[in-house]
């Protein structure tokens, strides 16, 4: 088992990993000491999102739902497709014939949510991909309703971009928990993966997380437990792809409180937010780790309706180099909206962190994972909400912010609105929505702010199942719907050379 620490290659793959894809030629300068043109930010043409197999139960019941933010500049035209990622094609009623899988779901037109569903436990990994009009700020989730057994509850997950490099702080191999790591290769050649385990001591012998293999155009499930002997119930997660890409998620399934995905953390950095915590939350367990090579000292916070106040008893954390630490925070909201800031006391260190939440009290205990993330930026989409159940927090750590917010047409029917909020700084808010006009169906709200202050943002879905009071929770990082090309301009010397 090697020690992975952060490397300047791997923050140069990240960066190229996006939902858009652009080719760039920069013609040689015409002469020295000129300017170069302002770049132009353009819709991106092409995203890419990966969706995990959605569960193992007989129980389950999935919905995937699709939206495009409207976005000036964009093409007329355009198509999407989500189609099983192991092989994209179905076989035909003889078992030999191999025929076009059909896709999940249809788009119409950008702002409007489009919505398809699956029954069962046999529902594999979905590929998709959206060009021209379709494509700027393409959001897709993925909502399980499970009755009953291990991970019972409503479990959700943002689709995401095919990546080489990801965290997952808040992972288990304990023996209530059944922890499944969720690789996606959306493309035409195998990827190669290494598993990375860390718990309160640093690095976790592993039986098989080197050069694991995920086949071309497939979804792999990766039971953790498989991985190690070890009983653990706090452990961090890397996933380091040496060859090609994949989509990563880990689906954290408990046999008493429930279960849900648990995202990638955001890249690791001296300063994190977690945020929109419920505010009836019963218990909230926070697992942070830093990959570097020094101690990480934090300051924690709480950015509650009133400011940022310090929690009794847990004002700091010190995460020792390469290891895990989890610290429980019980009910820190204290029924009031909150968010998690982490904040170095002295030296920043690099740490990535997420959040364990339980609702509920006995056996009608449901829990759902919180990361950190990255801010909102120019604009975030939230897919699947419904009339009743969604709740929306801002947070303005820094310094007060100005937020548009759009609830768009329903997935059936209805007339988007638009409603503008102030969130003072230090503080988070759970909003009052603003309500489409004749909803019918579920909705996106898509997030915009209108100053320059870092605004974090996450969405909490509720649903009563079977008696049961479900929940999940997504955060919204910004959705990469532009992307910067610089100018150009023909140069014939080029052809003289």
């Not at 965290?167 to 990827?191: E, I, K, M, Q």
């Amino acid at each position: 088992m090697k020690r992975t620490t952060l490397s300047l290659i791997a923050g140069t793959t990240a960066l190229a990993a996006v939902t858009g894809f652009a080719a760039l030629t920069q013609p040689t300068a015409p002469g020295a000491g000129a300017a170069a043109k302002a770049a132009a930010v353009l819709p991106v043409e092409r995203s890419s999102l990966l969706c995990p197999a959605p569960s193992t139960s007989d129980l389950a019941e999935t919905t995937y739902t699709s939206f495009t933010p409207v976005t000036k500049g964009t093409k007329s035209d355009g198509t999407t497709a989500l189609l099983p990622a192991a092989g994209k094609t179905a076989a035909g009623g003889d078992g030999k014939k191999k025929t076009p899988a059909k896709p999940v779901l249809t788009p119409k037109a950008p702002g409007t949510p489009a919505a398809g569903a699956t029954s069962g436990g046999a529902s594999p990994a979905l590929m998709g991909t959206a060009e021209g009009r379709f494509a700027p700020g393409w959001t897709l989730q993925e909502t399980t309703e499970v009755a009953a057994g291990t991970g019972r509850g409503l479990l959700g997950v943002n689709c995401t971009a095919p990546d080489t490099d990801f965290w997952f702080p808040g992972v288990s191999t304990a023996a209530d928990r059944t922890d499944y790591l969720h690789l996606t290769n959306p493309d035409d050649s195998a990827a190669v993966v290494d598993i990375e385990l860390y718990d309160k001591d640093g690095p976790v012998a592993t039986t098989a997380g080197d050069d694991f293999t995920v086949p071309a155009g497939s979804g792999e499930p990766i039971l953790l437990s498989t991985l190690t002997g070890e009983k653990q119930d706090d452990l961090t997660v890397h996933v380091n792809v040496r060859s090609g890409r994949v989509g990563a998620a880990v689906q954290a399934l408990d046999d008493k409180l429930g279960g849900d995905w648990l995202a990638a953390s955001t890249d690791p950095a001296g300063s994190l937010v977690v945020p929109g915590i419920p505010k009836d939350a019963t218990a909230v367990r926070l697992v942070a780790f830093t990959p570097a090579d020094s101690d990480a000292d934090l300051k924690v916070q709480l950015a509650s309706p009133s400011g940022l106040i310090t929690p009794a008893g847990k004002e700091t954390l010190h995460v020792k180099a390469g290891t895990t630490t989890a610290v429980d925070l019980g009910d820190v909201t204290r029924g009031e909206a909150g968010s998690l800031v982490l904040t170095p006391t002295d030296q920043s260190v690099p740490v990535v962190a997420a959040v364990r939440v339980v609702r509920g009290k006995g056996d009608k205990q449901e829990s759902a994972y919180l990361p950190a993330t990255s801010p909102v930026g120019t604009r975030a989409s939230a897919v699947a909400n419904t009339a009743k159940g969604t709740t929306l927090s801002l947070t303005a750590p820094t310094g007060t912010a100005k937020v548009k917010v759009t609830a768009s047409a329903g997935s059936e029917g209805g007339t988007a609105a638009t409603q503008t909020y102030t969130i003072r700084a230090g503080t988070t808010q759970d909003v009052q929505l603003p309500a489409p006009a004749g909803l019918k169906g579920t909705y996106a709200l898509t997030v915009e702010p209108l100053t320059d202050t870092p605004v974090y943002a996450s969405r909490t879905l509720t649903a009563s199942i079977e008696g049961l009071p479900g929940f999940t929770i997504q955060t919204l990082p910004a959705d990469r719907g532009t992307v910067a090309v610089p100018q150009t301009e023909e140069d014939m010397t080029v052809l003289q050379k």
